[in-house]
């Protein structure tokens, strides 16, 4: 018997996401996957002085902003053919690197625990702990007033398939809360240098216009103290106890497996990354080459044809369809499902994000520190490569990037200068082409700038992490990243398919940016 599941709209990520699988004999037939929001940023920008990219693509997202204020950056400097001085890049990294290590924390601890950690284990706490205390009793009040239980934000809840060992259940749930505080400390930091968080001002084409005192340096490097020893004790403690007790979800979503990254976290002169760009392909690594990069909109509620793999830039703007056509149950012409457009490379579907970082540096065997991370934690755990386009998989490579660039944060915050400026400026250059790549926390990153005879922007285009692995199908009828990864999953009940949500969780989609 086939049955149809609807998960809409999917909770815990960010934006409006809803997928539509088939399910027969207990294992998804088919998935389809909707970005359900459209705003046209892009087709805003037009006509603006070149700088405000930086601003206005921030506010796609309140997760990842820095990742936009980096890549519009970029792409700008691309275009003018110049690098921030070493003060401007340390302090950008400082920034960018502060946002990165606040993103693992809430998506692992607000946006996936509760779907491994048992929240109900806190109800036989007998223990002085005043948090495990609270969230106790808050968990007995509901249940009492509500008479049901779960309530928000312990929905949906799935019976039978959490954590059974007690004393990681309470750990996990005391550092969901300490994590609290340390994120809130990492909008601190990023605000220090970004001047606000989230959305920060001073990432500019140029550098970072911020000058750092002595103060601001040694407050930075106060709060980084605490910020550290969780992550490398809590976090790192549950990440991997969490990897152990859920050994068999390193085979659950993983979907073709091949990976997409860009450059990510260089050195003070710009180059040098801690994570290398590329793309594996049927477990082998190729240096990147970004016009194999194309986008194609056949399945996504456009009206302009035909629209198969343009390149960026070289598309004209595309024409939402028409409001009134909108309706999920109702078919749209040419089988149209979801927003997002489709991303290919040299037709190829990717995922993007942590483990596309790590897999793709390892093969590229640019950065020791990755090859040694990788390699303790593959003969503890008795893994392989090719076991980390997985759902357990993404979130150890999560716990692999925290480390890594927290590493990187320390020398970075060690070597800036106080009281000099990291920031050059130069006017925004005539008909000109520039292109910015990045990795935000979800993935790679790019941002397409044209700018006409006056300087203003002419075209501006951007593929987004979430769009890479949320896309739907392409002209060639090949399913989404996360669609793959979907297809072929066995379901023990589909009333309840945490499975599926575990598996869409993992990339931790962010649909705001993925349409844009
Ligand atoms: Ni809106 Fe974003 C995505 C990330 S792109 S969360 O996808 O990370 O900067």
Known sequence: MMTRCVVDPMTRIEGHLRFVTHIENQVVIDAQCSADMFRGIEKALIGYDARVAQQVTQRICGVCPYGHAEAAALALEHA??????????????????????????????????????????????????????????WVKQEMASAKVFPAAPFLPRYEAAYCHDPTLNLSAIRHYLEALPIMATLHRMVALFGAKAPHPVTIEAGGVTTIPSLDSIIQFRTWLIPVAAFIRGAFRDDVTAVAQAFRPYFAEGRGAGHLLSYPFFPD?????????????????????????????????YYSDQPDRHVKPLSSRHLTP??????????????????????PRYGGAVMEVGPVARIVNTYHAGINPAVTSLVNQYNQALGLTLADYPSVMGRHLARLFNALLILDRLEQDLEALVPDQLGFIEQPVPRNAQGVG???ATRGALAHWIATDDQGYIQNYELIVPT???????????????????????????????????????????????SVH
């Open 80 to 137: 003018m053919n110049l690098r921030p001085n070493a003060n401007g890049q340390r302090l950008r990294n400082l920034i960018v690197g502060s946002y990165h290590l606040q993103d693992y924390l809430l998506h692992f601890y607000a946006l996936c625990a509760l779907d491994f950690i048992d929240i109900t284990a806190v109800l036989h706490y007998q223990g002085q702990d005043a948090g495990l205390l609270t969230v106790r009793d």
């Open 268 to 300: 003070a002169t710009g180059a040098n990354h801690a994570f290398a760009g590329g793309a594996t392909l049927n477990g082998q690594y190729q240096p990147l080459d970004i016009n194999k990069i194309t986008e194609d909109s056949v399945r996504s």
């Open 321 to 342: 369809i028409d409001w009134a056509q909108f309706n999920h149950e109702r078919a749209q012409p040419n089988g149209k499902y979801s927003w997002a457009r489709a």
């Open 437 to 439: 790549l990045t990795e």
């Open 467 to 513: 769009t890479w692995n949320i896309s739907p199908r392409d002209a060639s009828n090949q399913p989404g990243a996360v669609e793959q990864m979907l297809i072929g999953t066995r379901i023990q009940n589909s009333a309840a398919p945490i499975e599926l949500t575990r598996i869409v969780r993992s990339t931790d989609p962010c649909i705001a940016c």
